[in-house]
């Protein structure tokens, strides 16, 4: 029963019986069930547990597969439990009876599970190796009893942990890795490696592992666990492989070269992972300033023995993305479609579509034709809907983001182009959040902070083609100047002139309010709950906004900002062109 007719029951038994304990007492025995909220009633679950009465009159079979449904945590198809057991017959008899008593629930499709309020009386009555045969007979069984694929492989794999069969285990998962990623659970691919000891996983699991980690976003750690092993295993061809894309990914381009070049070079390389080191070694000569070699490498190795669609597809995504680092849009575009036509469906790589899709969103952006890259976008937003898989999905959000903002919503673009950046940030993806950060700052038009601390790192880190954008970027900017923002000093300059808001809060609220949102209108209701930390009060907020505006205005004095009012409220116009060097983390508390 539902709560409420739970409750109304335990009423009627209050009417007959007189009051025993409490319905909250009742209902956290019971669960809902009817039996068993009388058995709590009567005083009899508090002394025993609910359902041990009960529990206690099943036979031997009515037992033993009350015992199975017990260990499992997922809903087990009913007709199928039965026939898979020594006696159909007779163990479909003993459902029915279970049923009949409430200690199965019966759901839609035929699936079932044993009540919550009987689950701790039976497996009590386990002794360990009845636990032990009950559970390598679910594991047995499963296959057939689960239709969720990804609910199947969580299940089985975690009794066999249960079983201490770490070795098992781990065979039975990575047999299954591939399916798990194709049908969009790489998180759980992960969990579940992860819940193998340490102690107990093998080079496989690690190496897989490992890869699940950059899917999850966590590159720093794939690095770390791939270093370990490439000292360990010396020169296994998918180990070192493997270590060039996470150093690739992570900044480290020399190590990265180094790997993919050596297994470029092996000449007894099978051709799938020599095509991987030419796909590795092409992306870092490109951003070692190379990427006319890297082109040639890659239409060579096209030319030598690639011969399945997805090998192609990916080769002309490879291309595509060595011209868009070089900001030759129009030429990128041949080489995405051949990627989109080549990659409808891959097996190998069951986000290819979705990222073909997304680069040929960016390639339309950048060539205005915004129409198309809506379209594509909502072809890789369909493919990643059931994804679990962070990488691919970060890459989606950013791709939205740059539409966001060629549509005019800025504020909300630059918020979720933000939170992607961390989040690369946050898991070493140093690649990935440096060309991001690039694409933040030739969306807002404006210099920022960032390039200067961006240009330090790509420097030391040898990023050739990036600094070579970031000079695009400086160089466009024009002859106007630096505005200076100090978040921590409240501090703004402008040439030779400084304006000091540290000891004026007020304007300096209003200023940070409207510089953080620039270009963007902020209400008067907004702006004066920042100010003033309180809810806009019309009669005294009006008058008091207006002055403190004006005020603003005139401390600004020749300052290349402006303050305009917009439908009532006030919005910070920046001259396009106009650098802007933010030194600051700028919040509207400041």
């Known amino acids: 029963f539902d709560r409420r007719h739970a409750e109304a029951l335990w009423r009627a038994y209050d009417g007959l019986y007189g009051t025993t304990c409490s319905f909250e007492r009742g209902w956290q025995l019971s669960g809902g069930n009817p039996l068993l909220l009388r058995s709590a009633h009567a005083g009899r679950a508090e002394a025993e547990g609910p359902g041990v009465d009960m529990v206690a009159r099943l036979d031997s079979l009515q037992l033993e597969l009350a015992g199975v449904l017990a260990l499992s945590e997922v809903r087990l198809d009913l007709g199928a439990l039965a026939d898979s057991w020594k006696r159909p017959a007779l163990a479909r008899d003993a459902l029915d009876a279970l049923v009949r008593m409430m200690a199965v629930e019966v759901f839609d499709a035929g699936m079932c599970a044993l009540h919550g309020g009987f689950r701790r009386a039976v497996l009590t009555r386990q002794t360990p190796e009845v636990r032990r045969a009950l559970q390598r007979a679910l594991v047995d069984a499963l296959p057939g009893l689960v239709p969720d694929p990804v609910a199947r492989v969580r299940e089985i794999h975690r009794l066999l942990l249960a079983l201490r069969d770490y070795q098992d285990a781990a065979t039975f998962l990575l047999s299954h890795g591939a399916d798990l990623v194709r049908q969009g659970a790489a998180g759980e691919l992960q969990r579940g490696l992860e819940a193998i000891p340490p102690e107990r996983r093998s080079t496989e699991v690690r ?61 007894e390389l099978d051709a799938s992972l020599r095509l991987r080191a030419t796909i590795d070694l ?254 806009y009060n019309p009669r005294s907020d009006d008058n008091n906004l207006w002055t403190n505006v004006a005020r603003l205005r005139r401390a600004l004095g020749a300052f290349p900002v402006e303050i305009v009012s917009d439908d009532g409220g006030y919005r910070m116009v920046v001259p396009q062109g106009l650098g802007l060097d933010d030194r600051s983390e700028l919040s509207q508390n400041n």
């Open 207 to 267: 190496f897989a592992h490992a890869g699940a980690l950059v899917r999850q976003l966590r590159t720093d750690a794939a690095y770390d666990e791939l270093d370990r092993l490439a000292r360990e295993e010396g020169g296994d061809a998918d180990v070192q492989l493997a270590l060039a894309n996470a150093a690739l990914r992570t900044g480290r381009l020399n190590i990265a070269r180094r790997c993919a070049q050596c297994m470029h070079e092996l000449p």
């Open 282 to 535: 092409a992306s870092v000569l490109t951003e070692q300033g190379e990427a006319e070699r890297a082109r040639a490498l890659l239409v060579e190795a096209e030319r030598h023995g690639v011969d399945s669609a997805h090998d192609r597809g990916v080769l002309a995504l490879c291309t595509a993305q060595t011209l868009l680092q070089e900001a030759r849009f129009a030429e990128a575009l041949d080489p995405v479609r051949q990627a989109r036509a080549y990659l409808t469906d891959s097996p190998q790589w069951p986000q290819a579509p979705a990222a073909a899709a997304l680069m040929s969103a960016l390639v339309r952006r950048h060539l205005g034709d915004l129409t198309q890259a809506e379209s594509d976008l909502a072809v890789a937003e369909a493919a990643l809907a059931a994804q679990e898989d962070r990488l691919t999905r970060s890459w989606l959000r950013a791709v939205r983001a740059r539409l966001s903002f060629a549509r005019g919503d800025r504020v909300r673009a630059k918020q979720e182009l933000r939170a992607v950046i961390r989040q690369h940030a946050e898991g070493g993806n140093v690649l990935s959040e440096l060309w991001m950060g690039l694409a933040l700052a030739e969306e807002l038009g404006r210099e920022s902070h960032w390039i200067d601390r961006a240009r330090r790192r790509a420097q030391k880190l040898g990023l050739v083609q990036l600094l070579a954008r970031m000079e695009t970027l400086s160089s466009s900017l024009g002859d106007e100047g630096v505005l200076q923002v100090e978040g921590q000093g409240h501090r703004l300059r402008w040439g030779s002139q400084t304006v000091e808001l540290r000891r004026r809060p007020v304007l300096r609220r209003l200023f940070f309010a409207l510089y953080t949102l620039a270009g963007s209108r902020m209400g008067k209701e907004e702006l004066a709950e920042t100010i003033w930390e309180r809810r």
